[in-house]
């Protein structure tokens, strides 16, 4: 999935350049991404208990990998939504399954996974960056696209065959029948499920931003020119990488909610810095803005590789109702959140500029540092 995505967000500023358009414009196109999320998590769980997670994973890694071939054959920015839609919607359904499958090995093996099968992730999306810095200068947009993402497609469909078999979601859902699938959920988990929906909402526009922005905010801010551009984000991933390798220790030791406070204010408040100096100095000296904004990428990236993992880890942990339908509900109301943030962004964009639009995913971050407090699973009660 991390090869998938990640060349297509090294190479967002040569796609936008296809559609000639605006930030606000072509942010308001990509927003249109998470109506697709929001389409793909209310029917997540259903897919996955009908068909099981496997079966779910390896079919929707087709629509996945055609929407990014479809991100580098558009022209014009009608085209762009559409796309956005179709590839929000795919990585909706995928990311519930991949998720369900983690929660399902981690609880089985009682240790903090997790973060490590997110780094997983991580990896494929810093190759995949990295690749695309590499020849971004020798190879249209378009046919890097359909090569990476059709080497994404195989491997995915290789590695897949060797995930839990159906029967282990039908275990899960015997085991967590407490609360079953058309049963309302106790209000009680119902809150509890909004506050963990909350936090990952605020740290995913924070991650999230980088990809969608970095390359174009390097490019036409910093004017730093294409290859190059794609150094805020590679540096981001690496920084990923190697937190998300190494917090699961950390999460046995001290737990979820003290790991994802100091990541939300480190990253934050590291991510926020480096804008402000950057933005302070372009224009007078972009390569030492590009320097900075390098090292601010790289503790943002650091900050913010425990939070979709812990959220993730959090809601699958939830007592009495299965794990699809907790990671279904978590992801219905996040991504609908993230559409507001990702909308605040482009319009404060269209009004102030990407520089200035950038401080919000930076202080959503520090924000959902401060809400980890909420992220005890002791709060809630065991149905009866």
Request: some cysteine; glycine content about 12%; charged content about 10%.
């Amino acid at each position: 999935m991390g090869v998938a995505v990640a060349a297509t967000s090294a190479r967002f500023a040569e796609i936008k350049g296809q559609t000639h358009t605006s930030d606000a414009i072509f942010g308001y196109c990509i927003m249109v991404g998470n109506l697709g999320s929001i389409f793909g998590n209310f029917f997540g769980s259903r897919v996955s208990r009908k068909i099981g997670t496997r079966r779910t994973a390896q079919l929707i890694m087709v629509g996945i990998a055609g929407s990014q071939i479809a991100y580098g054959f558009v022209n014009r920015i009608w085209e762009i939504p559409l796309v956005a839609f179709a590839a929000g919607s795919s990585y909706a359904l995928m990311n519930i399954a991949c998720n369900a499958q983690g929660s399902m090995i981690q609880e089985s093996v009682g240790r903090s996974l997790m973060p490590s099968f997110h780094g997983s992730w991580s990896v494929g999306a810093c190759t995949a960056s990295f690749a695309a810095g590499a020849i971004a200068k020798f190879v249209p947009v378009e046919w890097h696209l359909l090569g990476n993402s059709l080497v994404a497609l195989f491997g995915c469909l290789m590695v897949s065959r060797a995930l839990l078999p159906y029967s282990a979601d039908k275990h899960d859902i015997a085991k967590n029948s407490e609360v079953p699938h058309h049963a309302p959920i106790p209000i009680e988990i119902k809150n509890f499920i909004w506050m963990v929906a909350i936090g990952s909402f605020l740290a995913t526009i924070a991650e999230t931003s980088v990809g969608d922005w970095s390359s174009i905010y390097l490019k036409e801010d910093l004017h730093i020119p294409i290859g190059v551009n794609t150094l805020g984000y590679t540096c981001f991933v690496l920084a990923q990488i190697a937190g998300r390798f190494s917090v699961g220790r950390l999460i046995d030791k001290y737990g979820i909610p003290s790991v994802i406070r100091v990541g939300g204010l480190l990253g934050g408040c590291g991510y926020l810095t480096g804008l402000l100096i950057a933005n302070a100095e372009r224009g007078r000296h972009n390569y030492t803005a590009l320097v900075v904004m390098c090292i601010a990428y790289a503790i943002l990236g650091f900050g913010v590789a425990p939070m979709p993992p812990s959220y993730v880890s959090v809601a699958g942990s939830i007592p009495g109702i299965p794990t699809t339908r907790a990671l279904t509900r978590l992801a219905v109301i996040a991504s609908t959140g993230f559409f507001i943030g990702r909308f605040s962004i482009s319009s404060l964009a269209g009004l102030f500029g990407l520089p200035t639009a950038l401080l919000l995913p930076a202080t959503a971050l520090i924000g959902s540092g401060l809400l980890a407090h909420f992220l005890d699973i002791k709060r809630i009660k065991t149905p009866a």
